[in-house]
């Protein structure tokens, strides 16, 4: 994980964020173990204590689940609980500001010839 940190959200919180997009990336996937939180609090130079507060937040979602004596593992359906999250998420939070952005520009249509050009329209 890159030990690159921005100061508008908790490490703990980046750290989640990283975690959800190798998962809807599919760099991670059902049944797959997380870094241990050693590994990643060593790479990422941050407290171990931050990861594992990362980790909880993750369990605590529904999204992992922890073995004793293996760690931290992507439970199943993982990807497509997220995916109903983060595009709720996406639609509610941030295309409001995104789709006002597109419409000052004048660039619907632009955008719609565009994907109808690769076959998305």
Not at 16 to 41: E, F, H, Q, T, Y
Not at 69 to 98: C, H, N, Q, T, Y
């Amino acid at each position: 994980m890159d030990p690159d940190w921005n100061d508008s959200q908790p490490i703990y919180r980046q750290i989640r964020d990283r975690v959800v997009a190798m998962i809807l990336d599919g760099l991670l996937k059902d049944g797959d173990s997380l870094p241990s939180v050693r590994n990643v609090a060593t790479e990422s130079r941050v407290n171990p204590l931050t990861v594992l507060k990362a980790y909880q937040g993750l369990e605590a979602e529904g999204l992992v689940e922890k073995r004793r004596g293996l760690g931290m593992f992507v439970k199943a359906d993982a990807r497509e609980l997220l995916l109903g999250a983060e595009r709720a998420r996406f639609l509610s939070e941030r295309w409001p500001e995104i789709h006002a952005t597109i419409l000052r520009l004048g660039l619907a249509g632009e955008l719609l010839g565009a994907a109808s050009k690769r076959g998305e329209g």
